[in-house]
């Protein structure tokens, strides 16, 4: 089994979930005009331990249309919580649930939305990234920003992580912080440290508000469905 999943595509969607699996389970959504005639391809790559799956659209010897300009493919993927993954798209949504390995996450175009337990680094140039951790034990790291969006990142009680923000925009807390700002600079950096400290959290918006919230947990739902 490999211990690294990397996932490429141009245009569309990508949700993943991790799930009790022993391999992986892709499905893919192709949406392009009724007389394009790229037909959707998956090429795959192995390298060692690592897997490369590359979504897009077979060549063609025509003239590019401007009708088929809107081709796009979305895909699904249940993999096992534990493999590592790192996601590439340059316009689409990137959603990510019940992961406990490292996800390394990035779109030129859409947005991020991530629940899981393991490290993060999510990326965005035109979109929002919204996170939610899922375990107050897990010490590995997270980095999440953004050039022109927000970015939300939710802590469980008993959290325990030192928080960096670096935004122009609004900052918005559930948590005392500690604010830096420049003389005659918009821009804003915030130090907050929750329960011990010990998970390092760095979030960034350019042009977009920050927000670090605290989720109180309902014991009698799983925490992945509140």
Do not use: C
Request: hydrophobic content about 40%.
């Amino acid at each position: 089994m490999s211990e690294l999943l990397q996932l490429d595509q141009a245009m569309g969607d990508i949700r993943i979930q991790g799930a009790a699996v022993d391999g992986l389970v892709v499905t893919i959504v192709a949406q392009r005009h009724r007389d394009d005639p790229r037909e959707p391809e998956v090429t795959t790559a192995r390298d060692g331990s690592e897997l490369r799956l590359a979504f897009g659209f077979a060549a063609a010897d025509v003239a590019e249309h401007q009708d088929w300009k809107n081709r796009r493919i979305d895909v699904g993927v249940r993999l096992p919580a534990d493999l590592a993954i790192e996601v590439r798209t340059e316009a689409g949504r990137i959603e990510l649930k019940k992961l406990a390995a490292a996800a390394k996450l990035a779109t030129h175009s859409g947005d991020i939305d991530f629940k899981g337990s393991g490290e993060l680094q999510a990326r965005s140039r035109q979109g929002a990234i919204r996170a939610m951790l899922l375990s107050t034990q897990n010490d590995e790291p997270i980095t999440a920003s953004t050039t022109n969006g927000d970015v939300t990142v939710s802590l469980l009680e008993g959290a325990s992580a030192t928080v960096e923000v670096v935004t122009e925009g609004l900052l918005i807390t559930d948590y005392s912080i500690d604010i830096e700002r420049k003389h005659g600079s918009r821009r804003k950096l915030g130090r907050a440290v929750v329960g011990a400290g010990r998970r390092s959290i760095r979030l960034s918006s350019e042009n977009g508000k920050v927000r670090l919230a605290s989720v109180i947990v309902d014991e009698k739902l799983p925490v992945d469905a509140q």
